[in-house]
């Protein structure tokens, strides 16, 4: 395969993150909608789960900095692929199947409440469905798991600890959840596929 210039690495990293700056004024902005809870949504709040829902950024960060620098060509053009898939997938969502999030309320006064509802204003209420945390942290572990299969078991902890602290700061339902964990797998299927369907 013809190798890819760092620049047009960057266009297309670039364009995956546009398409996933359309959470920010549908969280913001979109009214109505449903809310996804179901019965089984009695998930108790700990504030210090905010830490691990932070390090959700840190997890992303490193996934563009590897994308760019560290991935061959195959590779790199099945994570474009599967992440153009799962965030497309998700702003359509985002757009068309209005979704919300009953956030709880947070009084302590301790660090942790306060970036917990420092979280909550600027994560606002909507665009709940699915989450965005779970697909991003999803397509960037499969694909490391695939590409990396000795440091699995450090990329499963993660995912897992950055799932449930999705839930334990109220943040997000059950259903936003699966739902987003199921789209970033779908991701990463989509982008291994294509990969392979195209390959030279």
Known sequence: MNEISISKRWLWV??????????????????????????????????????PYYFTYAVWMFAIYWTLYKLDVR???????????????GALAFVFFPTYIELPTVVGADV??????????????HAALPSAHNYGTMLVSAFA?????????FWIAALVIIALSTLFTGQHYILDVVSGLAL????????????ERNAT
Do not use: E, H, N
């Open 112 to 125: 942790f409440s306060a970036m917990l509802r420092a979280v909550q204003v600027a994560g606002g209420t």
């Open 184 to 195: 970033g797998f779908a991701g990463f299927k989509f982008g291994i596929w294509w990969t």
């Open 14 to 51: 670039f364009l995956v993150a546009a398409i996933q700056s359309i959470y920010f004024p549908t969280s913001q902005a979109t009214s109505g909608g449903i809310a996804p809870k179901l019965s089984i949504d009695v998930i108790p709040v700990y504030p210090i789960w905010v830490v």
């Open 75 to 89: 590779a790199f053009r099945a994570v474009i692929a599967g992440a153009l898939l799962t965030i497309s997938v």
């Open 145 to 153: 798991i695939y590409f990396y299969p000795r440091k699995r078991w």
